[in-house]
């Protein structure tokens, strides 16, 4: 059986083929001749293997040097053919622009709607409810009444999303604020980072100044402030206590459609209760 | 540098492999491995191009149209005939002359300040 023997250019003609193509078509064929030469002319093991270690070097610093200098010399090209051609060069960058702005906001809906699941345990066993204006369901005793009646939902929890005036000591900021029942996030399976969930008994009338911060609201307004638990706030005038920060992607069901950043979710109770998030 | 054409100007200071390589091919016409040596010899082994810098830099110079490759080739039987060899061009040549001007004019700065001990 005859075995082929090891060439060693063979290994630095591959080594070659971290050069951009041009260069290697041109240049591939002197600079293997010149490395068989080099190795011919070298009488130790010791220079030889010093021979490799300087192609080798040769190879990592010179190759990313001949990328760059192609791609800067295609780059002045395209400038120079493309301003003789101003016409074409407009329609390339505005169909370019076009293209780019409808893929970007395609894949922003197709993200949205279809691959990016809901930041919620089990999110595929949620349904929301919208409650008409028209209809008979108001109020926080119809929900509990309408929640403990019906048979096809294990649970139910409400909420009502408006805009409030967050006062702070250099001005008021508008947020939007999610007033909810005390369930929302054992039902929707999320527990703030920070500080505690809303408690059954703070859904009770008089018991609801109560808030669990957005986490981009905690990072943005309170500099990611950990003191902030425990302290109040006052929303459009009255204080309400923050217990804790949702996760950071943590908004009511309705809000992960429009993307809002800025959540204070408080359990202040509405007086009607539009919405009904439920598993 | 005064008298110098802009297009001439605009190349200098050259890089150290590049005059060498224009140094050895005002001589006469080289392939890339004799530049090499011719290069390791001048400079007592200081200055040993790899192939890729030594290729890189000849590719460099044939875009400044510095040198060209040559047509003519040596007896088969005395060389490899896969060899490419390069010769000067008249832009080369004057950009060497150019540059070989810049450097003795930064020799005798170099004499006047450091106060040199005159050659033996």
């Given amino acids: 059986m005859k075995y082929r023997r090891f060439d060693p250019a063979t290994v630095y003609r591959w080594l070659l083929k971290l050069y951009p193509a041009g260069f290697r078509e041109e240049y591939e064929s002197p600079m293997e001749q010149q490395f068989r030469d080099d190795l011919r002319s070298a009488s130790s093991t ?28 295609d780059l002045r090209y395209t400038v120079r053919v493309y301003r003789n051609r101003s016409t074409t060069a407009a329609l390339a960058v505005g169909a370019l622009a076009v293209a780019i702005g409808a893929s970007t906001g395609i894949f922003g809906v197709l993200n949205a709607v279809l691959i990016r699941s809901l930041p919620f345990s089990n999110p595929e066993s949620l349904v929301e409810i919208w409650r008409s204006r028209t209809g008979a369901l108001r109020g926080r005793a119809a929900f509990l009444d309408w929640q403990h009646s019906t048979p096809y939902l294990r649970s139910a929890a409400a909420f009502s999303t408006t805009e409030m005036n967050l006062e702070r000591e250099y001005g008021a900021l508008r947020v939007n604020v999610a007033e909810t029942s005390a369930n929302l996030f054992d039902l929707l399976g999320t527990k703030p980072i920070w500080g505690r969930s809303f408690r059954a008994e703070e859904d009770s009338p008089g018991n609801s100044g109560v808030a669990i911060i957005g986490y981009d609201l905690w990072q943005q307004a309170f500099g990611g402030d950990p003191g902030l638990i425990g302290m109040k706030v006052r929303v459009n005038g009255t204080p309400i206590e923050v217990i804790g920060v949702a996760p950071p992607r943590f908004t009511t069901p309705s809000e992960q459609r429009s993307g809002s950043l800025r959540r204070l979710t408080s359990s202040v109770f509405p007086n009607e209760a539009p919405s009904f998030s439920a598993r | 540098m005064r008298g110098v054409p802009s297009t001439i100007e605009a190349l200098l200071p050259l890089p150290l492999a590049i005059f060498h390589m224009l140094l050895s091919l005002s001589e006469g016409e080289r392939h890339g491995y004799a530049l090499k040596r011719e290069i390791v010899q001048r400079t007592g082994g200081k200055l040993n191009l790899g192939s890729g810098a030594l290729y890189g830099s000849i590719n460099k110079m044939l875009e400044q149209g510095l040198i060209e490759e040559s047509d003519e080739r040596p007896d088969p039987h005395l060389d490899d005939e896969r060899r490419r060899y390069y010769r000067i061009t008249p832009l080369g040549r004057r950009v060497a002359q150019a540059e070989a001007i810049r450097l003795r004019e930064l020799v005798r700065v170099a004499e006047t300040h450091l106060r040199l001990p005159e050659p033996a």
């Fill in chain 1, 46 to 73: 010791q220079q030889r293997a010093m021979l490799w270690i300087a192609a080798v070097l040769d190879i990592v610093t010179q190759a990313p040097a001949q990328f760059s200098r192609e791609v800067w010399q």
